[in-house]
């Protein structure tokens, strides 16, 4: 452990608890902070099972707790990935749910996590961090950008697709009554249409499928600015890692063409709701009918799965034609992308394309 300087016991280490500790802890502190006043996930010990690879050997290092003796304090949370920037393709991570405990706010701890963070990213060789910070609310604690001040690591605002899936239940669930009338106002556009055309078939990936999957992801991204350097084994545990990550293939003639990579998550707003997140849209050469029944497919399995919403990262990864075709929106960006270069500065173009996940 690395001892911190502090009247009392606090010490950092590498957390060291149960799963569903873990998410306990986080869920608990986003409560207290959040609940009645924004919406915010509610994190299950699956997701972070498949997200921390908690169930394997790998290491540990990316998950930076703060201890009061046995009782832990605060958490700064990482996944590992190789990342393909001007910079060429080399290690980097991407970090959130930053989470300390009320009672111990005003001490530096979140300023103590991140330096223990950046220390480890040293140490592995990494090049950049990638996080959000959510600025759509104002009850939100998340780090901002200070007036007037350009900071190089506020790389761009950002902002969600968002297609409603289940109008009644996003009208109760939702803070807003306004954007919850809308959303029944909206039931005509909510239904899913399930014909799948002659020659065209969606199911459920297969180990099988990979590699044609990984063809199609390297033949998407090459022109990002910024992109998860996906391979055989990090583009299996995204699209099949865990059963929490759900993917749709297109088959068309016999050929993979396109696929839908998805979770669903508990959100809290007036009530709790699951919400599907789409990591992963890519379209590879599928046809725009195939695209459309793929999608269309995706979102009638969220649906099942008792989705009132579908979400998708805006960064200009998916053709805003096709989502516009799928009743998605794009409501006013609610995020900030945040790239902190570890060592040498990276310089990333605020206005070209990205492709990251939202974490």
């Not at 873990?22 to 699956?46: Q, S, V």
């Not at 111990?104 to 990494?126: F, N, P, T, V």
Request: aromatic residues 8%; glycine residues 6%; contains cysteine.
């Amino acid at each position: 452990m690395l001892p911190v300087p502090e009247k009392s016991m606090l010490q950092l280490a590498t957390y060291h608890g149960t799963v569903e500790e873990l998410a306990a802890f986080i869920n608990g502190i986003w409560a207290d902070c959040y609940a009645g006043k924004m919406t915010y996930p509610c994190w299950t010990p699956e997701y972070f099972t498949w997200q921390l690879r908690l169930d394997t050997e790998a290491s540990h290092d990316n998950l930076v707790a703060a201890y009061d003796g046995d009782r832990l304090v605060g958490v700064l949370l990482g996944t590992r990935h190789m990342l393909r920037s001007p910079a060429g393709v080399h290690p980097g991570s991407q970090w959130s749910w930053l989470s300390v405990d009320a009672e111990y706010e005003g001490r530096g701890i979140a300023k103590m996590l991140h330096q223990e963070r950046m220390r480890r990213e040293q140490a592995a060789g990494s090049r950049l961090i990638v996080s959000y910070r959510f600025v759509g609310s104002s009850h939100s604690k998340a780090e901002r950008p200070e007036a007037g001040v350009r900071d190089r690591k506020f790389n761009r605002n950002m902002g969600f697709w968002i297609r409603v899936l289940d109008p009644a239940r996003f009208s109760n669930w939702h803070l807003s009554k306004v954007e919850g009338f809308l959303a029944r106002l909206s039931s005509p556009l909510a239904k899913i249409p399930t014909a799948q055309p002659t020659g065209i078939s969606v199911r459920a990936f297969a180990n099988s499928d990979l590699d044609a999957c990984l063809e199609l992801v390297r033949g998407t991204y090459p022109a990002s600015a910024l992109s998860i350097e996906w391979n055989g084994e990090s583009l299996r545990h995204q699209l099949f890692g865990h059963p929490i990550s759900q993917t749709l293939v297109l088959e068309e003639n016999h050929a993979v063409t396109g696929f839908v990579n998805f979770h669903v998550l508990p959100f809290q707003a007036r009530t709790r709701e699951c919400v599907a997140l789409m990591d992963m849209i890519v379209r590879g050469n599928s046809s725009s009918k195939g695209y459309l029944c793929l999608m269309n497919a995706a979102l009638g399995r969220m649906k099942e799965q008792g989705a009132v919403l579908a979400l998708k990262l805006r960064c200009a990864d998916t053709s805003a034609s096709l989502m516009f075709r799928n009743h998605f929106v794009p409501p006013l960006p609610e995020l900030v992308l945040v790239l902190q270069s570890v060592d040498a500065s990276i310089e990333i173009p605020a206005r070209a394309p990205v492709q990251v996940l939202w974490r």
